[in-house]
């Protein structure tokens, strides 16, 4: 910093702000700068810490309360129940008129239901909240097959309500990139 940046005993913080006109921050002379507030959470990790609040918080509020020490992947399952009550995707049953239509003509009383990929997304983060927050891989009851299953069977049942059939997305190939120009070159010559 040059010396017209001090001003009688303090000294000015913000240099090169886009703002111009030396509106920087004034800390007085001989106290520490406070220090920098934690970067901002990405939108993932975000969502993935407040998901692992809401589910503690439902353990929390279950009669007796259940301790995340002894959560087990029945816990687990009756949480994701739960939520769908707070859902917004119209899931058609069996008895419906519009069950397995894509496009329905009107509207009917079948229930909101969460989504799978929703589901399947939440899943994915409070399983890796739990290993964060000391939980070991081992026991991690968000990586248990029930929850697989669970998952499976509503991905293919709101498949079917839908009449839409679910597709897993295939793996692109990488297709055999030559090794050098010499092959090339000789491969050529061949010709």
């Not at 669970?150 to 990139?177: C, H, M």
Request: hydrophobic share 25%; charged share 25%; net charge positive.
């Amino acid at each position: 910093m040059s010396s017209d940046h001090h001003i009688k005993g303090r000294s000015e913080i913000g240099e090169g702000s886009s703002r111009g006109g030396g509106g920087g921050v004034v800390i007085p002379s001989g106290t520490q700068p406070t220090p920098p507030a934690p970067p901002q959470l990405s939108r993932y990790e975000s969502q993935k810490r407040r998901d692992w609040n809401t589910f503690g918080q439902y353990l929390k509020n279950q009669r007796p309360p259940v301790a995340l020490s002894h959560c087990t992947y029945n816990h687990v399952l009756d949480f994701l129940r739960y939520l769908d009550q707070f859902g917004k995707t119209k899931v058609h049953l069996h008895g419906c008129v519009f069950y397995g239509h894509p496009d329905p003509a009107g509207p009917c009383t079948c229930p909101l239901r969460q989504a799978w990929g929703s589901l399947d997304a939440l899943i994915g983060r409070l399983r890796a909240a739990y290993e964060e927050n000391g939980g070991l891989p081992e026991m991690n009851p968000f990586a248990s097959g029930a929850i697989r299953v669970f998952l499976r069977e509503v991905r293919d049942s709101q498949a079917k309500a839908r009449g839409i059939p679910y597709k897993k997305k295939k793996k692109k190939r990488n297709t055999p990139i030559l090794k050098s120009n010499e092959e090339t070159s000789s491969f050529r010559m061949q010709q």
